[in-house]
């Protein structure tokens, strides 16, 4: 996300010549940590109001019982869902890299689960393979500890133990792949 910028971050990213900021932040999130775009220049920043998505993750504050398998069954289904709870969100990136609205920067807040989607479909579209899809989506995997620890400060549900949240913390080949089989299955395809 762009909040609590450093002077170099700014730098680096205005040297990008970005033209547009898609911010894939929830209403309640933007407002939680507001967006710093205005530091990288002129930039055109687009946003979309919602209160929250499946991440919320209900079965995780439901069951007394809960899993790891449950937690990862629930980014499972996460994953399955995010191209068509954030469909309006996708068909905005799309508009804006047709009508060559570039560089675009888009983002999330840790950028592996509505990012990592969105990133998978464009790589998809463009022709990448699923190996080279996977591989830029595990470079997340990199940035772990940063995502472990803002995740872990902004999360609203305290009382869960760590090692549920770990499953929704970390980037799974099998998110990924719940997503593309769940396009392929209902779809026919990521086109």
């Not at 170099?8 to 999130?29: M, N, W």
Request: proline share 3%; glycine share 4%; with cysteine.
């Amino acid at each position: 996300e762009l909040f609590d910028l450093t002077v170099a971050d700014a730098d680096f990213l205005r040297k990008l010549g970005i033209a547009v900021v898609y911010d894939l932040r929830s209403t309640v999130e933007r407002q939680r940590r507001p967006s710093e775009a205005h530091l990288l220049g002129e930039v055109q920043t687009v946003t979309r109001d919602y209160l929250d998505s499946a991440a919320g993750f209900s079965i995780l504050t439901e069951k007394s019982d809960i899993s790891t398998n449950d937690a990862k069954n629930a980014m499972r289904d996460l994953y399955r869902n995010i191209p068509f709870e954030h469909a309006e969100s996708v068909r905005g990136i799309f508009d804006i890299l047709i009508n060559n609205n570039i560089p675009l920067l888009f983002h999330c807040v840790a950028g592996k689960d509505r990012t990592g989607i969105i990133s998978a479909i464009i790589l998809n579209i463009l022709g990448c393979s699923r190996d080279q899809i996977l591989e830029d989506y595990l470079i997340s995997e990199q940035h772990i500890d940063l995502i472990r620890t803002r995740f872990l400060e902004f999360s609203s549900k305290p009382n869960i133990p760590d090692r549920i949240w770990e499953p929704v913390i970390h980037s799974d080949v099998s998110y990924i792949d719940a997503m593309f089989e769940h396009l392929d299955n209902s779809c026919g395809g990521v086109e």
